[in-house]
């Protein structure tokens, strides 16, 4: 048997799980669980639909405009900044966006702890910026870390209405898939990988407990 043929499916799915979960992209999904799973699903749809556009904007398109600078300045190599060392200006970028993200949020009237959740992912953000100078911690599975532990939280205190456990769950297995993802296309060690997941949840979970 070829063994490039049969590694190829399990390339292009690792690459695949990694764009679609970019860290780019995990807070819109963080919104979404709360818009959609929790009691925020009574607002009307447009409001809904606004309001994760809101946070698309903020969390999105301002850091990846910020990276697609700096790649045609020639300071950032790569659109997953792969070299540790071109990491910090995006990082400062995401922290400002996570803090904007917190106070876009507060302004839509949203419950105390969506704020927690956003102003947690700008503490990981922070913490990770002064550990890249030294270590390359795993974004993509800090990201999909804090999102795993909102669901866990919101299941754990009943806002998620119905089948939390099957979210929770859910959640835990995404941390898996690309922490397999990161491991499967080398960019990251098992540590690096652990660290980030372990890192983003309990610093999320700690901030959103204090609602």
Request: hydrophobic share 55%; proline share 4%.
């Amino acid at each position: 048997m070829d063994t490039n043929t049969s590694r190829k499916p399990l390339a292009i799915a690792a690459s695949l799980l990694s764009d679609i979960f970019s860290p780019l992209l995990v807070p819109t999904f963080g919104m979404a669980v709360a818009l959609f799973l929790t009691r925020l699903h009574y607002l009307p749809l447009g409001v809904r639909l606004w309001a994760l556009f809101g946070i698309f904007a903020i969390t999105c398109l301002i850091p990846l405009t910020t990276i697609l600078i700096l790649m045609k300045a020639g300071k950032v190599s790569d659109a997953s900044i792969s070299d540790r060392k071109q990491r910090p200006i995006p990082y400062a970028v995401s922290i400002l966006c996570y803090l904007g993200a917190t106070f876009y949020v507060r302004y839509m009237g949203a419950p105390h702890w969506l704020e927690m959740f956003f102003l947690g992912a700008a503490a990981v953000s922070a913490i990770s910026l002064i550990i890249t100078y030294v270590w390359k911690i795993s974004a993509h599975t800090g990201a999909v870390g804090g999102l795993a532990s909102i669901i866990f939280w919101l299941a754990c205190h009943g806002y998620i209405e119905s089948h939390g456990l099957v979210w929770a769950s859910a959640g835990f297995l995404l941390v898996g898939l690309i922490s397999w993802a990161r491991l499967y296309l080398n960019r990251h060690t098992l540590g690096q990988v652990a660290a980030g997941a372990a890192l983003s949840f309990t610093i999320v979970y700690i901030i959103i407990s204090f609602v």
